[in-house]
């Protein structure tokens, strides 16, 4: 089973930049379809941003030209870069595959706020 640890959550002021990491355990990883999820308090867990194996790309239309997905196979790992943080980014940030077939983890909590 993979296990998946977030980090790199913070408070940031608006217009700021984040940068998100999830390391995964097993070398199985790499044939997935990997997704950065997250959950706004009150709100249901949203898909904000996928990657495939091969590194195409698809983003929520709320992020989209602000937030960058990338993932290194050879390290088990998938970032989020996150630009021009807005208040409404604040959430826990979650990764997992799409569609979601490991356990979650602990995510990691972003908070957009001056």
């Known amino acids: 089973q993979v296990q998946l640890v977030e980090s790199g959550g913070d408070l940031v002021q608006p217009g700021g930049s984040l940068s998100l990491s999830c390391a995964a355990s097993?070398?199985?990883?790499?044939?997935?379809?990997m997704g950065w999820y997250r959950q706004a308090p009150g709100k249901q867990r949203e898909l904000v941003a996928s990657i495939t194996n091969d590194g195409t790309r698809n983003y929520a239309d709320s992020v989209k030209g602000r937030f960058t997905i990338s993932r290194d196979n050879a390290k088990n790992s998938v970032y989020l870069q996150m630009n021009s943080l807005k208040p409404e980014d604040t959430a826990v940030y979650y990764c997992?595959?799409?569609?979601?077939?490991?356990?979650w983890g602990q995510g990691t909590q972003v908070t957009v706020s001056s």
């Open positions: 097993g070398s199985i990883f790499r044939i997935y379809r």
């Open positions: 997992n595959s799409q569609p979601i077939l490991f356990y």
